[in-house]
């Protein structure tokens, strides 16, 4: 499901609530350095007809002129949320487009949080790192607890390393929410000992001060995968709930 304008919604996220998405990849093509076999945007090489990106000039003026009708409206806004159509921090201007989401939100919509949907690959980079620090919400992910299970699941671009983004999110010091999909296939299983105890312990390594865990939702690229159930996989994080972690779950029911 491709974006076709750079702010589109506000649409229900089943994790955010109320969101205004912003879109900072081609409105008519993809580009991402995961190629997840699970994304609803489809996989990288259907993609490529479109390779325009946003200016944070375009942006800002975009952003704001949507801001101001939804106020006019009286629409409720929860989050400003930066999603889109791949990886969010590959925009060259991120880190400031960042600062002008803030200083618009701050403006016209103070109450809602600004949020970024994000991979984690360019955490361990100073100026990515400084952007998603500022924001209410950095939701980053790691799906699974190796580099050899990452690259089933993600298919990363060359040069991907797990301990890498493990010692990025480290810096936050606990401050920013761990995203993770459960997820199962003939080649994988969230639910197995060996993928949910390596998890785990990374999770207790990053402390981060929410894990969202969720699962399939859409169609998908790849044929063959499993959802799990939210009963199944409260069972399955139960130990982290009984050990005081914050875990927001959203299964298939």
Known sequence: MMREETVFGPI???RLGRSLGINLLPTKGKICNFDCIYCECGWNRDGRDDTV???AAKVRNDLENKLIELMLEGTPIDSITFSGDGEPTLNPEFPRIIEDTIFLRDAYYPKAKVSVLSNATRA????IFEALRKVDNPILKIDAPTDALVAKINQPAPGYSLDRVIEALERFEGKFVLQTMFLKNKDFDSSSPEVLEGWMAIVRRLKPRKVMV??????TPSEGLEAFSTEEMRTLVQPLIDEGFSVDIKGKD
């Open 124 to 127: 361990h980079i100073p100026e």
């Open 12 to 14: 229900h996220s089943r």
């Open 53 to 55: 990106l946003p200016t």
């Open 214 to 219: 969720y699962t399939l939702d859409r169609p």
